[in-house]
């Protein structure tokens, strides 16, 4: 199984939300009960897709200042500036997935 993806998580939810519409607009209820199935699953999926962005973000971030700090140690100005850049991308991915 691959990682959750928000897009395609997303996508699957509304693929349910309108299977489950127009189940209850025809009166079907397998199709009505099939499209919540898969807009539930849709939305498991996504909060799954955040706590991964999250926890990537929060490595990311632990991993750049970690980076900077040698970088500040040793007086490697470029190592210090990929070390600032890898924590802000970090702290990036952490709030779009909050």
């Known amino acids: 199984m691959s990682?959750?993806?928000?897009t395609e998580s997303t996508?699957?939810?509304?693929?349910?939300?309108?299977?489950?519409?127009v189940g209850k607009t025809?009166?079907?209820?397998?199709m009505e009960a099939e499209g919540r199935e898969r807009k539930?699953?849709?939305q498991s999926e996504y909060?799954?897709?955040?706590?991964t962005g999250k926890t990537e973000g929060a490595?990311?971030?632990k991993s750049g200042e970690a980076k900077k700090a040698?970088?500040?140690t040793i007086g490697d100005t470029q190592m210090k500036a990929e070390g600032k850049a890898t924590e802000m991308k970090g702290?990036?991915?952490?709030?779009?997935?909050?």
């Open 40 to 42: 539930l699953e849709g």
């Open 91 to 98: 702290q990036a991915e952490r709030k779009v997935n909050e």
């Open 47 to 51: 909060e799954a897709a955040k706590a």
């Open 11 to 21: 996508l699957k939810y509304y693929e349910g939300a309108t299977k489950e519409t």
């Open 26 to 30: 025809v009166g079907s209820d397998k």
């Open 59 to 61: 490595k990311d971030q």
């Open 3 to 6: 990682e959750p993806s928000k």
């Open 70 to 72: 040698t970088g500040n």
